[in-house]
């Protein structure tokens, strides 16, 4: 795996834990920019340099203008580079609705305990709530790719009984064949979702705690959900980034932290333990000169 990180933040551990999911040869459709698109390239970098990505435009395989600028737009020259092939949503929506597009790879406002994704808004639609960006194409490719791997934080607001509007489709209503009567391609599914805290699966079409990072607690991600999920009978502990992967994360894919540089610092201690580091005492531990 590499030399354990002495070192990281909570997206970078979220980002290096997805990537090691990325698998050779296999097609994935990725939500422009942001964490889903820095776990793929990291992937590709690193260990999977066959998997195939999409744009969730429907750009083929490009490379960020490295190192001018990572990949974080959509529908742009920038995120077209060295691309295999320039494509539409339309013609990516039609190459995955006849079975061609592996997994999809998305960020999420909200999810349930059946998968299903609320990027649109808070609250009561029809009444007061706070309206977001909306999906993009992220109904797409929850609909129509075989499996999708959503990417979130732990936090109670973010795991909630029932989303506030269904953006994209998880397994609907929970019961068996939901996804097939609302006329979703025959077993298209959820697959995962991946926190900084949790890796969590599916158990009959309910979500399934699989696995918690060496930092915290299993009880510390229960506390941040506002359901309990099923429990799988072992759960692993997640590997932490290395300093291989952080290497290519903080000098090629992402220098100006425009990704990464989000959530709390974890240190690891000379007997392999993890904590948080508060940030009062992160600051005695500069340099003076930073």
């Not at 920038?78 to 960020?107: E, K």
Request: aromatic share 8%; charged share 25%; glycine share 10%.
């Amino acid at each position: 795996m590499g030399t354990p990180a002495g070192y990281f933040n909570e997206r970078e551990h979220q980002i290096c834990v997805v990537a090691r999911m990325i698998e050779n040869a296999r097609t994935y459709w990725v939500a422009g920019g942001g964490s889903p698109m820095a776990s793929i390239l990291l992937a590709k970098k690193l260990h999977s340099p066959d998997a195939v990505y999409v744009t969730e435009d429907g750009v083929v395989n490009p490379e960020p203008m490295l190192p001018l600028d990572p990949l974080m737009t959509m529908v742009s020259s920038r995120s077209g580079y060295r691309a295999l092939q320039w494509g539409t949503m339309n013609t990516i929506g039609f190459q995955a609705q006849i079975g061609l597009m592996d997994f999809g790879i998305l960020n999420t406002l909200q999810v349930d305990p059946y998968g299903n994704i609320n990027s649109t808004a808070t609250g009561d639609y029809n009444g007061e709530h706070r309206r977001f960006g909306g999906p993009g194409g992220a109904d797409s490719i929850a609909a129509m790719c075989w499996k999708t791997i959503l990417m979130t934080d732990q936090q109670k607001r973010k795991f909630v009984p029932r989303v506030d509007f269904i953006s994209s489709p998880g397994f609907l209503d929970g019961t068996e064949g939901a996804r097939e009567r609302a006329g979703l391609p025959r077993g298209t599914a959820p697959y995962r979702v991946v926190t900084p805290w949790a890796l969590f699966d599916y158990e009959e079409r309910y979500l399934r705690l699989a696995g918690v990072s060496p930092f915290v607690t299993v009880e510390q991600v229960l506390e941040e959900m506002s359901f309990e999920p099923k429990m799988a009978k072992e759960i692993e502990t997640l590997e932490t980034p290395t300093e291989e992967e952080l290497a290519v994360l903080r000098t090629e894919l992402d220098q100006r932290g425009q990704i990464t540089d989000v959530g709390r610092p974890v240190i690891r201690h000379d007997d392999g333990t993890y904590e948080f580091v508060e940030e009062e005492r992160e600051k005695k531990d500069m340099p003076s000169s930073w």
